[in-house]
């Protein structure tokens, strides 16, 4: 379900934001261009098996590496990628021919999250900030923490 950009997440409803044409056919260049080895600015494709079909989901993401960890955030709230990688509970990360495979753990305390998303928005911010409602790298710890439930965490651990 997708909640509004300006409403904030509830129990039956988390935050998401829908990729619209113009973003899909944007994500489908950047998962084709990290296919074939080019990465923009640290971009790769995330392939994640399907909760429901068994087949890998492929969509570009922005690895992160904060304090020495790498770290997936979805900047678009509970997507299907995240509800995927709950259940699959790890996947690969592409660029070209190099296939990272890694395991992942769901980081769910607020004030780690919140550290996690502020060098995150300080990286990613020119492409992500719309998704966060108002929330930047300059933002208060506790407006971060209150963002955190809307923008899942995954620390990743390759394990090839």
Request: glycine fraction near 10%; aromatic fraction near 8%; proline fraction near 5%.
């Amino acid at each position: 379900m997708t909640a509004d950009a300006g409403r904030p997440s509830t129990p039956s409803t988390p935050y998401y934001v829908q990729a619209g044409p113009l973003a899909r056919r944007f994500n489908s260049l950047l998962g084709k261009l990290a296919r074939i080895g080019i990465s923009l600015a640290g971009s790769a494709e995330l392939s994640v098996r399907g909760r429901t079909s068994g087949r890998m989901q492929r969509i570009p993401v922005n690895p992160h590496l904060h304090e020495g960890a790498q770290y997936l955030v979805s900047a678009r709230g509970h997507s299907q990628w995240v509800r995927n990688m709950r259940v699959a509970g790890g996947g690969e990360l592409r660029v070209g021919r190099k296939v990272r495979t890694f395991t992942t753990t769901e980081i769910t305390d607020p004030v780690q999250q919140a550290a996690i998303l502020r060098t995150y928005l300080e990286k990613w911010g020119w492409e992500v900030n719309a998704f966060f409602q108002g929330v930047s790298a300059q933002s208060s710890d506790a407006e971060l923490q209150a963002a955190a439930a809307d923008h899942p965490v995954f620390r990743i651990v390759v394990s090839n």
